[in-house]
């Protein structure tokens, strides 16, 4: 199994208060927990030859975790849709956080995936809704990030095919924090945790979430279906043929 | 309700055999049903002014029929968009055979959209899956089409919502031929029958479903939720702010 | 259209406060906005003869809506069955409150139907989370009750087939507070407030979505299934027969 | 993981054709290829003490699969309800073909379970419609059984949580052969082929999907919700207590 996180990574550089969070990028926290936990990771960044998604790299990722957020109009759209092909052939796609709004999130989903949101440092509490999932293996009832940034409903999102998370917000608001679907022969997982400003992806839990997220969708299927013009497999005999 | 129908209508000017089962185009012989139930029906084609599909056509629209099959490239992508737009907003879409394929159902459901198909004028038999939806109203258990275009699984689409309806084809093959979606504020729906070279829009059980899911797409809800930044509905007092 | 509302009806008459705030009964209350908004209503309890379910009355209802609290066991098995067996046929219901726990909700629903609960009088905030439902039409995008009874996540329930709202506690938990399924041919609603010591039944947002949810439980569809043993469409040819 | 296979083994005793293809039963039949495929089985029939369905049977049983036919009537209501506690707390249940109408199976779903039948030897083919999912891995397209018996739609059970496959039958009619759903923390499936008459059970596409079936379905979730009164989790400020 092979894992790429793809990271804008642009705060980390230009900001401080994040940099001194994430010191060698988001994408580098994320790698740092899933090479423990055994997995063979690379990362990519926006600012890599072909913004880090050329084909090559996508053919050798059995999972894409993406984060994004102040970037989104900068990936090439021809990269986004190398990106859409290998999901739609079988490559897992985890989204994180602010990459609800990115452009290979709403393409897949065919809405604007807007919601609320709010930056006041408040505690959010995400509880489990479902579990029986293998995402959720692990995890206590709930778990708590003291601080992060809000995203409320409504989140204007496909109705997921397995809800596994929903999000209490001190400020009042509730989200649908981990999602499930199915595009072509991939599988997607889209999990709302991790503003660039909080150290979100040390939680324990929250790398609980994303290693059972890698093992989950990595599992593609061996059935290849055919498309197009098709001979029949029975005779067609009952009405003279045209 | 105002209801519009959008025909490419190429095949019925261009091909003697369609002309002569659809005269009045296949947006002509939908119409005329629609109007017959009562519905306030308008007719739009693709070479028509901005293709049919200008920003007004669309305000004053509430169910859009698409039906398309040869000439899906040349819609306009900013129309596309536009159709789009109103969909999530609310606007209702029934999407009708080879329309699978049309940029704005692709568009909607974030995947190929691609089937086996064969013209081989076999018999569909057409069963209803989930009785208590209301779009199955007023039909019996299956009805037939002695002459149809066969589509055939795999059909590359989300898993729908629901599934209404599954047609057995002579030649072997089965496929999901009724499907709703949500995205967004609006309802989708794919209806399989409507080959050009069949008159399978007269038929009475066709027709009855397509009135049906006019009544369902329609109903519009009057929930506008708002998105964006967002002032807490609850203090947030228990950590210090950053 | 005619709506049966069946009420426990003891809380009402064995504690004064609940009695000071519904003195004709929670059925009472419900009858009284149902019957403003044009419905065909009539109520009936568990000390009615028959236990109010008799064979008749439910052939004469066409969505039956459920209160009931600290008597769930007293319901006779054999009424449940005759409810079960109209639901099926295509009665809608709609599942108030704490009868999450009642022997026809669990019975429908397969699962323990156990949840949280606490009563604390705390703020409970419903947020609209599939705003194209037509069970939504008429909210804001969400709406407040000052003092409820809390229930709380996990819900043992299978995954809806649409989750409607989705609610906000004071105390920390969220909850998903309305569900839709098909069984049968029938609808069902569950909906979760309305706690018999708060006027909740008297709240203009609640009395939408109950008128909403009867209109939508009501649509019954024309198909009747044949099931059993049953002859051949097309020939069976292809191999020797047994 | 533990894998228990339930029988009726009524047919294999009573009838020589079915004795013939299953001289060890069913539940013989299917334990070999799952022994050869390394999982630990044990078998249990219903004239087994306490009908084979013990609380400690249970207790070491990760998968249950359950073949059924003739004698539903005669298992225990005790025992269906033992079984049920097992597959809410987290026990797969694999349902086999007539064992639709099981009293466990019609328990968790909530539903008649009713469908169409016919004994006519006829062609089965059962075609692939979610490619990505882990039951499905191993397959073509499509697999066909030369003779099976058929069952045709409606096929009254809740909508699936995924519907994997559906077959289609010579004599016209198709059926949601392979269903999957979550009853509190257990998994369900539900696959169609293997009447009694006919050696389903050697045919290598079915065991594929049984072994399949089995690894899904075991993978427990270590989630333990709590239920019941709970304490508050944030302070209850903004009102009077009662």
Same mark, same amino acid.
């Given at each position: ?73 900068? &990936?090439?759209?021809?990269? &986004? ?46 509880? &489990? ?76 839990? &929250? ?36």
């Amino acid at each position: 199994m092979r894992v790429t996180i793809w990271n804008e990574f642009r705060h980390e550089k230009e900001n401080d208060t994040v940099r001194s969070i994430y010191p060698r990028g988001i994408h580098g926290a994320i790698a740092e927990f899933l090479e423990q936990a055994g997995y063979a990771v690379q990362t990519r960044t926006l600012d890599d030859p072909e913004q880090g998604l050329d084909q090559e790299t996508l053919q050798q990722t059995d999972v894409l975790i993406w984060w994004a957020h102040k970037a989104h109009a900068e &990936v090439n759209d021809h990269a &986004v849709e190398r990106v859409k092909k290998r999901v739609l052939a079988g490559m897992g796609l985890i989204v994180l956080h602010s990459a609800h709004f990115s452009k290979i999130f709403r393409n897949l989903m065919g809405t604007t995936c807007d919601l609320k949101w709010r930056e006041d440092g408040e505690k959010e509490r995400i509880w &489990v809704v479902q579990p029986s999932h293998p995402i959720t293996r692990g995890l206590e009832e709930y778990f708590e990030l003291p601080q992060e940034e809000m995203y409320g409903e409504h989140f204007d999102i496909p109705e997921p095919d397995h809800t596994l998370f929903i999000s209490w917000f001190e400020g009042g608001e509730v989200f649908r924090s981990g999602c499930t679907y199915n595009r072509g022969k991939g599988k997607i997982f889209y999990f709302r945790p991790g503003h660039e400003t909080y150290p979100t992806y040390y939680d324990k839990n &929250v790398q609980t979430v994303i290693c059972n997220a890698v093992e989950w969708a990595a599992a593609p299927s061996a059935v290849v279906p055919n498309y197009g013009n098709t001979e029949a497999l029975e005779p067609i005999l009952r009405l003279a043929k045209k």
